[in-house]
């Protein structure tokens, strides 16, 4: 079985997402986690995020790997563990015009099939059930108002020890989605057939419940 799990930023789609492949011990890929990793690097070399050639070829002579350890999946680009560095605000802020470009997709997709193609796969990311994963058994498009979706970004924050502004955290969410749901090459959009939860009000066990009933309906 595949899980397609497709949405916009903080819709809750990773933590979902690896709450069911927990409990069904399926693999969990972190679509978007590829995407930011190319874009760190891309930063650390200071390749232009707005020139699709150069980043195409930084794409094919990077590696991107995860490691499963007891603490949660680690990120690695060419054996260097970047696990924190692919979430910071310079990564975040330029992560989607790295994704606009056909040449980036290509190649990240080209890996991301690859990933999923022994199935019991969990993945999240904008366009697993329109395109990476067209066939998958089981598609789950999550949405939550921006406001809710910066509350929790906000909250995430302050977990982590730092104050942010909750008026600019809406306006970085509003500006990826908007790039994210206007390329040309596989922008963020519901499959027809994906089931759409919005998870505004609601828990995270109850959205995992939700899904892993439609899994059950499946078997
Ligand atoms: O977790 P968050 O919602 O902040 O974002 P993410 O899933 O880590 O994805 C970061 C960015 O990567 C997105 O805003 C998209 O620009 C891009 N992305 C994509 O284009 N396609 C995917 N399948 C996954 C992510
Ligand atoms: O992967 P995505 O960007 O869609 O979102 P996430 O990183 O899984 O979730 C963003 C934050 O919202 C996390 O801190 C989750 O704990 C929280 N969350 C929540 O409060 N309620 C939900 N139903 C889902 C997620």
């Known amino acids: 079985m595949r899980i397609a799990i497709d949405g916009p930023a903080a819709a809750g789609k990773s933590t979902v997402a690896k709450m069911i492949a927990k409990k069904l011990n399926y693999v969990y890929i972190d679509t978007g986690a ?59 802020n330029n992560v989607s015009y790295v994704a606009q470009h056909a040449k980036v997709r290509e190649k990240l997709v080209e890996m991301q099939r690859d990933l999923a193609k022994e199935g019991n796969v969990v993945m999240d990311g904008r366009d697993i059930g329109t395109f990476v994963l067209p066939n998958a058994e089981i598609k789950v498009f999550l949405v939550a108002s921006v406001g809710e979706r910066a509350e929790r970004r906000h909250r995430e924050n302050l977990d982590k020890g730092f104050e942010s502004d909750l008026e600019q955290l809406k306006e970085e969410i509003r500006r990826r989605d908007k790039i994210d749901s206007e390329r040309d090459v596989a922008p963020l959009i519901k499959a027809e057939d994906a089931v759409e939860i919005d998870t505004t009000s609601k828990s995270i066990e109850e959205v995992a419940n939700s899904i892993l009933s439609l899994v059950q309906s499946k078997n």
């Open 34 to 92: 590829m995407y930011r990793a190319l874009t760190w690097k891309a930063l650390e070399t200071n390749t232009d995020v707005h020139d699709e050639n150069s980043l195409g070829a930084l794409a094919d002579q990077i590696n991107i790997s995860f490691e499963n350890t007891y603490s949660g999946q680690e990120v690695l680009v060419n054996e260097q563990n970047v696990t924190k560095e692919i979430r910071n605000h310079e990564v975040t």
